[in-house]
T-cell receptor, first 110, second 114 residues
Framework: GENVEQHPSTLSVQEGDSAVIKCTYS??????FPWYKQELGKGPQLIID?????GEKKDQRIAVTLNKTAKHFSLHITETQPEDSAVYFC?????????FGKGTSLLVTP | EAEVAQSPRYKITEKSQAVAFWCDPI?????LYWYRQILGQGPELLVQ????????DSQLPKDRFSAERLKGVDSTLKIQPAELGDSAMYLC????????????FGQGTRLTVV
């Protein structure tokens, strides 16, 4: 099955700096790559997604890039704010299955 | 705003007892997922439904876990008997279809087995 690797597991940045989280996937048939933010005690919420026919997508301070050849995709958060502190998960869909990485705990310090 | 509803939010049960979780997906969503999330890890798929049919249950421990979605709407996940290692967050998600459509998650049920 699909294997999604996510790095780093923890990330600490100062407010205003950028944060980058990287994921790799194993199945070249994967065609949809969402990113989720999970706050303590809550379910994951989608923050941005990208399809396999697109190389980059941006939504305000958040952007995702996809390199199909290398089978990796990244989340970029610019001008980080304390409220960005949470656990972020990448995922890859192949067929009907949606497989998640192990998560990155992001801490933004004032 | 439409949401995926899950109940209960929290459940404490003794090992060897039976426990059940309920999920009501967003109206019109044909695909329903049950995930298990162990503290500090990503969600792991247990079972996936398309309407009332099971699409994938390869990671469901079938000796103790069962899931149903009889009318293709709400769903129940059952564990019998519960074991200490089953302590986790159980998340339900739904999407309109698979493919490119977004999966929306519920708040989850936090299970503690004592």
């Amino acid at each position: 099955g699909e294997n999604v690797e996510q790095h780093p597991s923890t990330l600490s940045v100062q407010e205003g700096d950028s944060a980058v989280i990287k994921c790799t996937y194993s199945d070249s048939a994967s065609n949809y790559f969402p990113w989720y933010k999970q706050e303590l005690g809550k379910g994951p919420q989608l923050i941005i997604d990208i399809r396999s026919n697109v190389g980059e997508k941006k939504d305000q301070r958040i952007a995702v890039t996809l390199n199909k050849t290398a089978k990796h995709f990244s989340l970029h958060i610019t001008e980080t704010q304390p409220e960005d502190s949470a656990v972020y998960f990448c995922a890859a869909r192949v067929g009907e299955a949606l497989n998640f990485g192990k998560g990155t705990s992001l801490l933004v310090t004032p | 705003e439409a949401e995926v509803a899950q109940s209960p939010r929290y459940k404490i049960t003794e090992k060897s007892q039976a426990v059940a979780f309920w999920c009501d997906p967003i109206s019109g969503h044909a695909t329903l997922y049950w995930y298990r999330q162990i503290l500090g890890q990503g969600p792991e798929l247990l079972v996936q439904f398309q309407d009332e049919s099971v699409v994938d249950d390869s990671q469901l421990p079938k000796d103790r876990f069962s899931a149903e979605r009889l009318k293709g709407v709400d769903s129940t996940l059952k564990i019998q008997p519960a074991e200490l290692g089953d302590s986790a967050m159980y998340l339900c998600a739904s999407s309109f279809r698979g493919g490119y459509t977004e999966a929306f998650f519920g708040q989850g049920t936090r299970l503690t087995v004592v």
